[in-house]
């Protein structure tokens, strides 16, 4: 389900038209492709490539340089090194999924790994009301979405699941060790993800204490290893991102916030209608739950409303968490209710697949249609001025371009361009502007501003770009010319 739609994609290519490798969110994919061409190219310090004016260079995004390194090895393009993690992750990702599901409802019933992997929310029924509900492109919240875009949300919930897995059972054997290095990598992988578990296990520990009135040895050392695989590295990028000035504004810009709760309601449930139904019930008859699961699902979706530009990144997980929970809720309404039990049993694993399936339909009509958000028209052309670029200009050159091509080329011909991406080029909207005006309205005054401004060293021009630019830009030496693209170089 998640790979014969890249596949059709691609086999859908034709001279005119290219697959550009993804189907949900090219944007951000983009940006992976670019980080991983940095990668490719020997660098273990990430700057912004999306920017004419890059930070000095800082050990961020290290999961996509250490796929470019691994595909520089290999021999490997940045397109095959980012889906081939991506599928190893997901199925890493389902196997601890199935290993959890047994653990955490106590039976290995396929229909909740099913939920859990492949399903999706009751999105669908906003569909006239919300244009994209959350479960139709949060992929960080959903396993099945998550492994359907990238490869370093599948890896990073997996992560999550198995840090909770080792809390959980205390007797497993390097227990600390294993919980320390999920920690590092998560650090390394999702900071977001150290902070749920940080607060989620936390919280269980003093609940714990307060209970039992004793503190464990092996609950200390294990929260304190992942405090310690964990916190260092998060900690050094708040720093490290608030003291270089190019970076804090691309962190200004990166705002992520939370859907309105009409949306995560219905996105997150049947799950989350069956929490609340059952949690008031287990009240009532003072019926006890995993606590873990129960604090899991709290910090997950309390901490998307906190006021905190990037509060839907801790949605990470939550979906898994709610499918558990509302798993082991079904079971105890099928012990005391068993008609109520069995009909949200029954509804439950239909209700579910409903989302993933629609979005699997969309883009095979994107595909069908040669959407242009995931095809490249006159790919022919574009690839023969990319390979100039490769050959001829430098790592650092900086290439004026429109907003399309600004976001295709730092991830193919591993160049810098004046604007590109919506957060990842600094002062973006101002960027964006004088890009749109150069470039679709033909002022040439404008144009004339960036190159001298920005220190441009390349303009590329598409074929429906403005007319008005092939005749402003003869003053400057055309180094590479097709049917659809022209490379003019700036002396």
């Not at 749920?196 to 200390?220: H, N, P």
């Not at 890009?435 to 002022?443: H, N, P």
């Amino acid at each position: 389900m998640i790979s014969v739609p890249y596949i059709f994609a691609w086999t859908a290519s034709d001279a005119n038209t290219f697959f550009n490798g993804f189907l949900l969110n090219p944007v951000d994919g983009y940006s992976y492709l670019a980080k991983i061409e940095q990668g490719r190219s020997g660098s273990w310090l990430f700057q912004l490539p999306f920017t004419s004016d890059p930070n000095p260079g800082a050990p961020l995004f290290l999961y996509y340089l250490f796929l470019g390194h691994i595909a520089q090895i290999f021999g490997m393009n940045s397109l095959a090194i980012f889906h081939g993690a991506r599928i190893i992750n997901s199925v890493l990702l389902f196997l601890v999924l199935w290993k959890a599901s047994q653990i955490f409802t106590g039976k290995a019933e396929k229909w909740v790994m099913a939920a859990v992997s492949l399903g999706g929310g009751l999105g669908w029924l906003i569909l006239p009301w919300v244009s994209t509900p959350t479960d139709f492109w949060v992929a960080e919240a959903f396993p099945f979405l998550a492994s359907y875009t990238n490869p370093h949300f599948p890896l990073a919930m997996a992560l999550i699941v198995i840090s909770f897995l080792q809390w959980k059972n205390m007797d497993t054997k390097f227990g600390t060790i294993k919980l320390f290095i999920c920690a590092l990598l998560l650090s390394f992988i999702q900071p977001f993800g150290v902070v749920i578990v940080v607060i989620t296990i936390g919280l269980d520990w003093i609940i714990l204490i307060i209970r039992e009135r004793k503190a464990t040895r092996s609950g200390i050392l294990r929260l304190l290893a992942f405090f310690a695989g964990g916190l260092p590295y998060s900690i050094y990028l708040v720093i490290l991102i608030s003291n270089d000035p190019v970076l804090a504004e691309w962190n200004r810009q990166n705002v992520t916030p939370s859907p309105v709760f009409f949306d995560l309601l219905f996105s997150f449930s049947p799950g989350l209608l069956v929490i609340i139904a059952g949690l008031v019930y287990s009240i009532k008859k003072k019926i006890a739950f995993d606590r873990l699961l129960v604090i899991w699902v709290g910090v997950t979706i309390g901490l998307s409303f906190i006021p905190f530009n990037l509060q839907r990144r801790f949605l990470l997980s939550g979906y898994i968490s709610v499918t558990f929970l509302a798993a082991t809720l079904i079971y105890h309404f099928l012990d005391s209710s068993p008609a109520i039990g069995r009909f949200i049993k029954k509804a439950y694993l239909p209700l579910v697949l409903i989302t993933p399936i629609l979005i699997l339909l969309i883009g095979s009509i994107g595909i069908y249609t040669k959407n242009s958000l995931i095809y490249i028209n006159s790919y022919k052309d574009v690839a023969e001025g990319v390979a100039w670029l490769k050959q001829n200009a430098l790592k650092t050159s900086i290439v004026f371009s429109d907003a399309q091509s600004g976001l295709y080329l730092p991830g193919m011909a591993n160049v810098r361009v004046v604007y590109g991406h919506p957060f990842e080029t600094p002062y973006a909207v101002q960027k964006k502007t004088s890009t749109d005006q150069c470039f679709a309205e033909g002022i040439t005054t404008v144009c004339e501003q960036v190159i001298i401004a920005e220190d441009v060293n390349y303009v590329w021009l598409n074929l429906d770009n403005s007319e008005k630019l092939t005749k402003y830009l003869e003053k400057y030496r055309l180094v590479f010319e097709s049917h659809a693209v022209s490379i003019y170089e700036i002396d």
